[in-house]
């Protein structure tokens, strides 16, 4: 079993940044690649970013592609997300998830394990 647990969230202007942190339970972290999706209201869930379980493969949306980076350290087991030039259009809840599977990593949601429970971004314009 593994919990996870973001922060990060919050309010900010368009062109800002945020960085989002998560915190998984265990000591299994390190055997997960993680990934990061997003909700917006009226809206279905979104992958944003993935990385593997060494943070040697990234993959992120193409809309985020160059603004977002997506980063772990395993020691603390905490994976983040670093938002720049953030826009309106990033405005969601973000979960954060664990996927343990054949693949390095995935963005197809319904194959990832453990989810969070959401940190709120909130761009204003």
């Known amino acids: 079993q593994v919990q996870l647990v973001e922060s990060g969230g919050g309010l900010v202007q368009a062109g800002g940044s945020l960085r989002l942190s998560c915190v998984a339970s265990?000591?299994?972290?390190?055997?997960?690649?993680m990934g990061w999706f997003r909700q917006a209201p009226g809206k279905e869930r979104e992958f944003v970013a993935a990385i593997n379980w060494s943070g040697t493969m990234t993959y992120y949306v193409d809309s985020v592609k160059g603004r977002f980076t997506i980063f772990r350290d395993n020691a603390k087991n905490t994976v983040y997300l670093q938002m720049n030039i953030l826009k309106p259009e990033d405005t969601a809840i973000y979960y954060c998830?664990?996927?343990?599977?054949?693949?390095?990593?995935?963005?197809?949601?319904?194959?990832?394990?453990?989810w969070g429970q959401g940190t709120q971004v909130t761009v204003s314009s």
């Open positions: 265990g000591r299994t972290f390190s055997s997960y690649a």
């Open positions: 998830a664990a996927y343990r599977g054949p693949s390095p990593l995935t963005t197809r949601g319904p194959e990832y394990d453990y």
